[in-house]
Antibody, heavy 118, light 110 residues
Framework: QITLRESGPTLVKPTQALTLTCTFSGFSLSTSGVGVGWIRQPPGKALEWLAVIYWDDDKGYSPSLKSRLTITKDTSKNQVVLTMTNMDPVDTATYYC??????????WGQGTLVTVSS | QSVLTQPPSASGTPGQRVTISCSGSSSNIGSNVVNWYQQLPGTAPKLLIYSNNQRPSGVPDRFSGSKSGTSASLVISGLQSEDEADYYCAPWDDSLNGWVFGGGTKLTVL
């Protein structure tokens, strides 16, 4: 059974950095073709892809947020970490991690709501 | 503002057939497969259709997808009340070198 779970702070202050951890089970991030991505959704708005990391440590970032994002993996711990710097109230959203194989996201975590406010 | 255009809303009565469109460009839908995600109220998105027209195990066959040129469509036949959800199309975009999501379509079952 494949599961993913996001964890991290629920509240961050403007200008602070956000660090989110995705802990997964049921698959290995050392398997060829497998990756883990991050997608966010502001309240009442659409989904937005943020970043992805693959089994071979290749990484991809949304062009509009690339300068603020860093994604890393710890294969031994089955974890993927996303760091977003210089948080702003517009970054308030539910953040999801999801497994990717080839071109799709087939398993998603339940999401974690992050509020940016002073 | 998404690079993919979906109608913000759609509706139908139980048993009806509903079509949700997704319009893109040559860098996304025109050159890559399209996936569709269903997001029930208060829950995480779920993969509904992949590779334009394939259903994951467990997805009813009343959900179908198609693609033509730079547009894609999701068809729900025999609409049911539990289909009330938000639907998103999502192909890879070669220009952005990443995934793009449509603005989402809120389906209401009347």
């Amino acid at each position: 059974q494949i599961t993913l779970r996001e964890s991290g702070p629920t509240l961050v202050k403007p200008t602070q950095a956000l660090t989110l951890t995705c802990t997964f089970s049921g698959f290995s991030l050392s398997t060829s073709g497998v990756g883990v991505g991050w997608i966010r959704q502001p309240p009442g708005k659409a989904l937005e892809w943020l970043a992805v990391i693959y089994w071979d440590d290749d990484k991809g970032y949304s062009p509009s947020l690339k300068s603020r994002l860093t994604i890393t993996k710890d294969t031994s711990k089955n974890q993927v970490v996303l760091t977003m710097t210089n948080m702003d109230p517009v970054d308030t959203a539910t953040y999801y991690c999801a497994r990717t194989t080839m071109t799709l996201f087939d398993y998603w975590g339940q999401g974690t709501l992050v509020t940016v406010s002073s | 503002q998404s690079v993919l255009t979906q109608p913000p809303s759609a509706s139908g009565t139980p048993g009806q057939r509903v079509t949700i469109s997704c319009s893109g460009s040559s860098s996304n839908i025109g050159s890559n497969v399209v996936n569709w995600y269903q997001q029930l109220p208060g829950t995480a998105p779920k993969l509904l259709i992949y590779s334009n027209n394939q259903r994951p195990s467990g997805v009813p066959d009343r959900f179908s997808g198609s693609k033509s040129g730079t547009s894609a469509s999701l068809v729900i036949s025999g609409l049911q009340s539990e289909d009330e959800a938000d639907y998103y199309c999502a192909p890879w975009d070669d220009s952005l070198n990443g995934w793009v999501f449509g603005g989402g379509t809120k389906l209401t079952v009347l």
